[in-house]
């Protein structure tokens, strides 16, 4: 009986050789596999903090009206934001009688006024702030009894309401528009969520209400200013914040942290225009 011929160790070698080689490369693939998907997730987190952050703007910032932009820096504007209008009814007891139409009731209860305004008969906008709701429900023959009568609207989720406005101003004539407007100020700042990073924050002054509400961003975020009847767009706010007639929102969000294999976080810009009216 012929005895089996084993292994020789030049042939054991070349086994290891090549079972190294291939354990290298299924290495190389699983990290490179890692690496990719640990990308694609930061690239989803830096969109989705864009995205974010280009909603809660733009909602506020398109209803800005005439004379809307108040304050504006590269990192930080301040708007007048309606979010309710009327009609007034007429003046009693030391303030403006208003009767609202039906507006976004979740909205309404959350919001903190800091003035009106009122359209003139040149269909300019006066404001009067700051301002008081002075009562929150007043009795709505106020408007049935004004002179045309006024009727007061009701729709799904708001009932018929009309408000008392303080200070009063008596050339609010009757059937003059007004809206109830917030100063809101959006800022990017130093993040509280992440110590180190900057975040996007909405203030309400009247109220002093601070939220931050969305994080992190790269520290180029910030804003621009279109300009004029061509919409030329400036890097820095214009000595006449009338001539502003929309923002370039510059939004460069990032992860939170560095993918694997990376030193920096990965970032995600989305530049949007958004446009509103702000005549002098």
Do not use: K
Not at 34 to 39: D, M, T
């Amino acid at each position: 009986m012929t005895p089996r011929r084993g292994f020789v160790l030049a042939e054991l070698l070349v086994a290891l050789v090549i079972a190294a080689v291939i354990g290298m490369a299924l290495t190389q693939l699983v990290i490179s596999q890692s690496r990719f998907v640990a990308l694609q997730g930061g690239i989803m987190q830096a969109r989705g903090g864009a995205r974010a952050a280009l909603n809660v703007l733009s909602n506020d910032l398109r209803m800005v009206s005439d004379g809307g932009l108040v304050a504006a820096t590269t990192e930080s504007v301040t708007v007048r934001v309606p979010y309710a209008f009327g009609v007034v009814c007429g003046q009693s007891g030391g303030a403006t009688i208003v009767s609202l139409l039906p507006a976004d009731s979740a909205a309404y209860a959350t919001a903190s006024i800091s003035g009106y305004a009122w359209r003139d008969t040149t269909t300019a906008y006066v404001f009067t702030e700051p301002a008081t709701v002075a009562n929150a429900d007043v009795p709505l023959t106020n408007c049935t009894g004004a002179t045309p009568p006024i009727t007061t609207l009701t729709s799904t989720s708001w009932a018929a309401r009309a408000v008392a406005l303080a200070p009063n101003d008596i050339r609010t004539a009757t059937g003059t528009v007004v809206y109830l407007y917030q100063l809101v100020r959006y800022a990017f700042a130093p993040s509280s969520q992440l110590p180190g990073r900057v975040g996007l924050w909405r203030t309400v002054l009247a109220s002093g209400q601070r939220d931050e509400l969305v994080a992190p961003f790269d520290s180029t975020a910030g804003f621009q200013f279109l300009v004029g009847t061509g919409l030329n767009y400036l890097t820095a706010p214009p000595s006449d914040l009338t001539t502003v007639r929309g923002l370039r929102l510059l939004l460069v969000a990032s992860s939170e942290q560095p993918p694997e294999g990376r030193t920096r976080p990965t970032i995600f810009t989305i530049t949007t225009n958004v446009l509103f009216q702000n005549h002098p």
